[in-house]
Antibody, heavy 123, light 108 residues
């Protein structure tokens, strides 16, 4: 059974940093691209970032480019999102999602999702 | 950046057919995927590559895509289909994922 478990969310002040983690199990992690998708309270889904199986291809939404960094550790079956210079508008539930291809551009959709970790940016 | 537009809401009686549109410039040239999200739950993939269904998704869910509009059709709607639905594409020009604005389906 595929499982994606996010952690690392919490309350953080504007301008500070936070690192999210996603622990994957039930599939061969290094065979697939992975993504972060967020959802602000009461709002729609927003793609945040994606990374290929070998970290060779990485992309970001314009809203987070230059502030967020996605990474993965295939030996630990884990995905990460380093979030710097956080803003109030980054407040959201952050989902980890599995791609069906090895690079995001190959398939570009998400067949499994975690339950999310909540990030609240407020003073 | 690429924009996908959905109607905010669709209402349908049980047993009838719900159609949810997703508009985008020449969307027919892209692969469109659809997700269902119930309150307090993570999204679930219901249609991928315009019209394919993942295992476990009822045949009542179908999709089409042509020109500037993609459509998710839910036949013989049930109370359990009440949820938010999102279309999604991969925009190869920007190498970014793009979600539609979302549609709330209400079963009357």
């Amino acid at each position: 059974e595929v499982q994606l478990v996010e952690s690392g969310g919490g309350l953080v002040q504007p301008g500070r940093s936070l690192r999210l983690s996603c622990a994957a199990s039930g599939f061969t992690f290094d065979d697939y691209a992975m993504h972060w998708v967020r959802q602000a309270p009461g709002k729609g889904l927003e793609w945040v970032s994606g990374i290929s199986w070998n970290s060779g291809s990485i992309g970001y939404a314009d809203s987070v480019k230059g502030r967020f960094t996605i990474s993965r550790d295939n030996a630990k079956n884990s995905l990460y999102l380093q979030m710097n210079s956080l803003r109030a508008e980054d407040t959201a539930l952050y989902y980890c999602a599995k791609d069906t291809g090895v690079v995001p551009a190959a398939r570009g959709y998400f067949d499994y999702w975690g339950q999310g970790t909540l990030v609240t940016v407020s003073s | 950046s690429y924009v996908l537009t959905q109607p905010p809401s669709v209402s349908v009686a049980p047993g009838q057919t719900a159609r949810i549109t997703c508009g985008g410039n020449n969307i027919g040239s892209k692969s469109v995927h659809w997700y269902q999200q119930k309150p307090g739950q993570a999204p679930v993939l219901v249609v991928y590559d315009d019209s394919d269904r993942p295992s476990g998704i009822p045949e009542r869910f179908s999709g089409s895509n042509s020109g500037n509009t993609a459509t998710l059709t839910i036949s013989r709607v049930e109370a359990g289909d009440e949820a938010d639905y999102y279309c999604q594409v991969w925009d190869s020009s920007s190498d970014q994922g793009v979600f539609g604005t979302g549609t709330k389906v209400t079963v009357l």
